[in-house]
């Protein structure tokens, strides 16, 4: 485990929205970005010459698009953001999805007014681990959305369950915690061992000590 320095010196809150989608949605981009100067979207496309390309607030990606490839998807857009240059002062992203997320205007101010210790890893709701067989659903919520010709159709998550962030509601994330997320992820076969990408970011933090705080609703997720 790399053993990170924590940056105590207190600095004005700079966030960014990162809206995930993919290209065959890309009829819902132009109203997306109108909602919010302060926000992006990004997607997949295998075809890019380098790892990122980022044009007019869609960050391409250098991965697939589809359901079963979220997981390499969310890291590559932390690890792009980490380095491209323009987003060299966000200190914070707050991540929400493209068709079932509702979110207006004033986000950036409501994001700003969240109340927590931290504000490392904070998100609407807030999951338990899964450790019951009555749990093994979550293990096959996947099914039926990846492609036939992905490792993971019909195949269980068998993987640790930590306290998570659910991502169709939403969860913000600090600079500190989307080092760590990049250095941790790099070092693994993401598609092999992820197929949900927020219960992917409850595991990697878990192991920094990092546990997700309960926000208010600021946000329309997928589950309320």
């Not at 490392?120 to 338990?128: D, I, P, R, T, W």
């Not at 949900?196 to 878990?206: A, F």
């Amino acid at each position: 485990m790399y053993m990170w320095k924590i940056n105590n010196k207190k600095k004005n809150m700079n966030p960014l929205i990162v809206i995930l989608s993919c290209q065959k949605n890309a009829n819902l981009w132009d109203k997306l970005k109108a909602k919010n100067p302060n926000s992006i979207i990004f997607c997949g496309d295998p075809k890019l010459s380098s790892n990122y390309l980022i044009r007019d607030r869609i960050l391409y990606l250098k991965c697939e698009d589809t359901y079963d490839h979220l997981p390499n998807k969310i890291y590559m857009m932390i690890s792009a953001i980490l380095e491209i240059e323009m987003f060299s002062t966000i200190t914070h992203i707050f991540k929400i999805d493209d068709h079932d997320t509702k979110f207006d205007k004033d986000l950036i101010n409501k994001i700003k007014d969240i109340k927590s210790t931290t504000k490392n890893y904070c998100g609407q709701k807030v999951s338990s681990s899964v450790t019951s067989n009555e749990a093994w659903l979550c293990r096959k919520y996947h099914y039926n959305k990846c492609p036939v010709t992905s490792i993971w159709h019909n195949k269980p998550y068998l993987g640790k369950y930590r306290t998570w962030c659910d991502g169709g509601c939403g969860y913000l994330l600090s600079r500190y915690a989307m080092k760590i997320i990049s250095f941790e992820l790099k070092q693994i076969n993401i598609y092999e061992n992820h197929i949900y990408e927020d219960v992917m970011i409850g595991n990697t933090l878990y192991k920094y000590n990092i546990e997700p705080e309960k926000i208010d609703n600021i946000i329309v997720g997928d589950k309320f």
